[in-house]
Nanobody, 115 residues
Framework: QVQLVESGGGLVQPGGSLRLSCAAS????????MGWYRQAPGKQRELVAA???????NYAESVKGRFTISRDNAQNTVYLQMNSLKPEDPAVYYC?????????WGQGTQVTVSS
């Protein structure tokens, strides 16, 4: 059974930081490209950051320079370090794992930015 379990969300003040984690099980983690998506109320789900099985990364323009995605294949975990959080960053953040033939989603973790 494949599971992607996100953690690390919460309430933070503008300018603050959070680190999200996504622990994967039931997949050969190292061969999967991993991504973080987010969905705010009334908006479509959007890609925030992604990392390939080889470690190449890409980011949405809105988070470049503030967010960093990384992976630990030994721990089957992908991280999203979020710094300088802005009022437009709040959303449910979802972990995503994919290969050419498979794709899986986590259940999401809420990020709230408020003073």
């Amino acid at each position: 059974q494949v599971q992607l379990v996100e953690s690390g969300g919460g309430l933070v003040q503008p300018g603050g930081s959070l680190r999200l984690s996504c622990a994967a099980s039931g997949i050969i983690f190292r061969v999967y490209a991993m991504g973080w998506y987010r969905q705010a109320p009334g908006k479509q789900r959007e890609l925030v950051a992604a990392i390939t099985s080889g470690g190449s990364t890409n980011y949405a323009e809105s988070v470049k320079g503030r967010f960093t995605i990384s992976r630990d294949n030994a721990q089957n975990t992908v991280y999203l370090q979020m710094n300088s959080l802005k009022p437009e960053d709040p959303a449910v953040y979802y972990c995503h794992a994919k290969t050419i033939t498979r794709a899986y989603w986590g259940q999401g973790t809420q990020v709230t930015v408020s003073s």
